[in-house]
């Protein structure tokens, strides 16, 4: 086998890969292809599924009393805008509430500027905005023709402005009554340094009839065309709506949704409007079988839907409904602190069993340099340091090949009309030498699987968007902007090749040549801290081979020496 020819195969190979990698954000496969369990609604609807544990005996209502709110309903800005708004200030964000409902109309987050030189136009998730709609809606749909504590209803609010100042938690209250007896306490959590949101519906029934209901949850969001340029890696990250249905997660872009209308039911599942870095969910209470339903309008709107089980609460007594939203940076641990299976909305594809502890120990190392390139320099030499031994066989294998270059070569003038005698002299040289030329092939296929592993975690790890490195480099997850990481990797590489033994046929010898210049091309739009893990490794393996060669060198002077 010849080691220089697979080598190139393999960087081909690799280059196809990110183009199929662009080509699936375009082209996805459809809900029905993917496998997520599509049912349909029966007569009882949700209520067949059962519902949860209360202090008395309850009674099940039927679906015909308990109908869902239609799409329209859920997308009405109108009706949102009408009511007044509570501001709600944390350490992390800058909320509006409406009062109509206790939607969640606004949401920024206050360390995360759009772009590194804009840092006061902040990342803005929920928006009210017809062109940026985006909005999360709560509310309780109950039997019969009596008002409904919807997201149309009107809340009553005491306090419009909360901040959390020196505390360390902010209870925003609100109350609906319907005139009639029930009374609805609604409030909403927010905590320091977190971008959970628990929001409660406490139903309190005062009237002399049973109040039959369930509560339910909304996203609203316009899904986006996005554009794709080689020149923005953001542009290939998944943008829409993404659902778990407590088995495996699931993604649905627009023509998915224009087709199929999903709808299934799940235990602990959670459901999620994904924005690159960013994510808008709502996560049900564990352990009990919730209805999801994604819905497409025809202006593109979507509205992604919950609704649990409906219950009866009688005379005299009270019932809490509770769910959990997330509006924020896809952070890891916050992630796993609401449930364990939200981190999947970081995909790192089919490399995640590398990706992921990839990433704990780049944040183990940042956790101690406290700069995200400090820590990539450090996890690319403790890599090396692991496979030292490994791709040391390789590297003597190739320096025992640059020593007998000169008896290759003698052997292709003599044999230059022959070819099969050449290969049978080249075989017996390189058995006598104890060489494997296929040897070289190692370190690239040791590389690559790390080198997509940091591809990916840098694409889609929201740690380490706009984290600066030195000098110029001040967003390790875009390009170099004077693009100078990528020459010194191409330099890097050109003196590479001068370690290694020259290929034999000139076409690949030229190849060999002109791969660091593409190299250089392509890497020059990747990220930079993609390209320092392999201007890095570059090195390292520079430093690795010179060493054997050395070594191996004074072996074979040795070994004349003895003869």
């Not at 599509?38 to 609807?45: D, L, N, P, R, Y």
């Not at 017809?130 to 009553?156: C, F, M, R, V, W």
């Not at 994510?279 to 339903?293: H, M, N, R, T, W």
């Amino acid at each position: 086998m010849d080691n220089q020819r697979l080598l190139v195969w393999a960087t081909f190979g690799f280059l196809l890969y990110l183009n199929y990698q662009a080509w699936l954000q375009d082209y996805r496969l459809t809900p029905e292809s993917q496998g997520i369990a599509i049912v349909e609604e029966t007569s009882q609807g949700v209520d067949e599924l059962g519902p949860p544990e209360l202090p008395s005996e309850r009674e099940s209502p039927r679906e015909t009393d308990i109908s869902s709110p239609t799409l329209d309903e859920f997308s009405s800005v109108r009706e949102v805008r009408g009511a007044k708004t509570i501001y709600v200030t944390t350490d992390v964000l800058d909320l509006e509430i409406n009062t109509k409902g206790g939607t969640l109309e606004r949401a920024q987050l206050l360390g995360y500027p759009v772009a590194k030189d804009q840092p006061n136009v902040l990342v803005e998730l929920l928006s009210s905005a017809p062109s940026e709609l985006g909005l999360i809606q709560t509310g309780l749909n109950s039997a019969g023709s009596a008002p409904k504590a919807n997201h149309t209803a009107e809340y009553d609010a005491q306090i419009t402005r909360f901040e959390l100042g020196n505390f360390d938690r902010v209870v925003v209250p609100m109350t609906w009554t319907d005139g009639l007896g029930i009374t609805v306490e609604k409030t909403l959590t927010f905590t320091r340094g977190s971008y959970r949101i628990d929001i409660d519906h406490r139903v309190i029934n005062q009237s002399d009839s049973d109040w039959r209901g369930a509560e339910y949850a909304q996203i609203i969001r316009r899904l986006r065309q996005q554009e794709r340029s080689m020149f923005d890696v953001d542009s290939y990250s998944f943008d829409g709506p993404l659902v778990y249905d407590g088995q495996k997660s699931e993604k649905f872009d627009e023509d998915d949704l224009a087709s199929d209308s999903p709808k299934f039911r799940a235990i602990n599942g959670w459901l999620a409007s994904i924005e690159h870095h960013f994510l808008s969910a709502i996560v049900p209470p564990k352990d009990i079988e919730y209805v999801y339903d994604l819905s497409l309008r025809r202006d593109s709107t979507l509205a992604s839907f919950i609704r649990t089980p409906s219950i009866v609460v009688r005379p005299g007594e009270d019932y809490l409904f509770e769910t959990t939203v997330f509006v924020g940076p896809k952070l890891q641990l916050q992630l796993e602190e609401i449930t364990e299976k939200l981190k999947l909305t970081v995909d790192y594809g089919w490399l995640t069993i590398l990706s992921q502890p990839l990433f704990w120990l780049l944040s183990l190392a940042y956790s101690i340099l406290k700069n995200w390139g400090a820590a990539i320099i450090a996890v690319t030499i403790l890599i090396k340091i692991v496979f030292y031994k490994l791709t040391e066989a390789s590297g003597r294998s190739m320096a025992k090949m640059r020593e007998i270059q000169p008896r290759m070569k003698s052997l292709q003038d003599r044999y230059k009309d022959d070819r099969q005698a050449l290969s049978q002299a080249m075989m017996e040289l390189y058995k006598r030498e104890k060489v494997n030329p296929a040897a070289g092939c190692l370190p690239i296929l040791i590389q690559m699987p790390f080198f997509l592993a940091f591809y990916w975690v840098l694409l889609e790890s929201v740690e380490m968007r706009q984290a600066p490195f030195a000098l110029w480099i001040t967003d390790l997850s875009s390009r170099d902007p004077f693009f100078i990481l990528p020459i010194i990797m191409g330099a890097a590489m050109l003196f590479q090749q001068k370690l290694n033994p020259t290929p034999g046929d000139p076409i690949q010898a030229r190849v060999m040549q002109i791969m660091p210049i593409m190299f250089t091309g392509f890497f020059a739009f990747f990220p930079s801290g993609l390209v320092l893990y392999w201007v890095t490794n570059t090195l390292l393996s520079i430093a690795q081979q010179w060493y054997i060669n050395k070594v191996v060198h004074e072996e074979a002077l040795a070994k004349k020496g003895r003869k």
